[in-house]
């Protein structure tokens, strides 16, 4: 018996912040972009599972079910995937997202309707990929070391909350989600790649004004959608406020 109803799937294609450049030539995400569908019920499903949302998957799982492109979803960069959510919101709920602001002049909460598709999109300046490698270099001068350091992936991710977890289950009031970071950031300390090395170099020698200074290189260089909106009133303004992506982000208001 056929089962096939007839209904075409609509979807689009999004370009990725990344433009590609940092996958290896035999993944389909080297392409630059990736197909999204729209959400339909199957989706809602997973937007209101309490499982997902109590083990801070929700999003990825909802990602997983709408890319229509092949992909290893472990591979995506960070950067990538955050644009991939937010298109996946417009798609589904539209570009207009409301977020309550508590104004602290009045001690009110106001409402700002965010824009999601005028979100600015910084993509990557492609002199720095080199043969599809997530792989750049960074050089300590004071210190003459030599670092070499990637961009974090849906997997490190997945890696550094998990490492984060289990310190926090050994010490609850310990919390070293700045250098886990770090540790998973660098990949090579002076050509050694060892993971024993790369820990000391982080915890012992990474002095804090050259830590600062490397974060704020890989910041710089990092694709990515800027995930931050503007308040004014007549009151109070403050520009660069960090958007909240909780599950209220998939719950606009009717």
Do not use: C, W
Request: charge should be negative.
């Amino acid at each position: 018996m056929s089962t096939n109803t007839g209904f075409q799937m609509p979807t689009e294609t999004v370009e990725l912040p990344s433009k590609g450049l940092l996958y290896s030539k035999d993944s389909a995400l080297s392409s630059g972009t990736v197909e999204l569908k729209y959400m339909t019920a199957k989706e809602e499903d997973i937007l209101t599972n309490i499982a997902y949302i109590r083990q801070n998957v929700m999003f990825d799982k909802l990602l997983q079910s709408l890319i229509v492109t092949k992909i290893n979803y472990d591979d995506l960069l960070v950067a990538d995937r955050d644009a991939l959510l937010v298109a996946a919101r417009i798609l589904g709920y539209g570009k207009d997202y409301k977020v309550q602001f508590l104004n602290p002049n009045t001690a009110v909460e106001e409402t700002v309707v965010v824009d999601l598709a005028e979100l600015s999109t910084k993509t990557l300046e492609e002199s720095l990929a080199v043969d599809g490698k997530n792989s750049f270099e960074y050089n300590i001068q004071e210190t003459k070391t030599n670092l070499t350091f990637k961009l974090l992936t849906v997997k490190d991710e997945k890696e550094i909350d998990r490492d984060i977890q289990g310190y926090r289950k050994l010490n609850p009031l310990d919390s070293p989600e700045l250098s886990t970071r770090m540790k998973y950031l660098v990949t090579s300390v002076n050509g050694d790649t060892s993971k024993s090395t790369i820990r000391d170099f982080v915890d012992n020698h990474f002095l804090a004004r050259h830590a600062k200074a490397f974060r704020k290189y890989v910041k710089d260089i990092t694709p990515g959608i800027e995930l931050k909106f503007d308040f004014k009133s007549e009151t109070y303004t403050e520009e660069g406020i960090d958007l909240p992506l909780d599950s209220t982000f998939f719950y606009p208001e009717s």
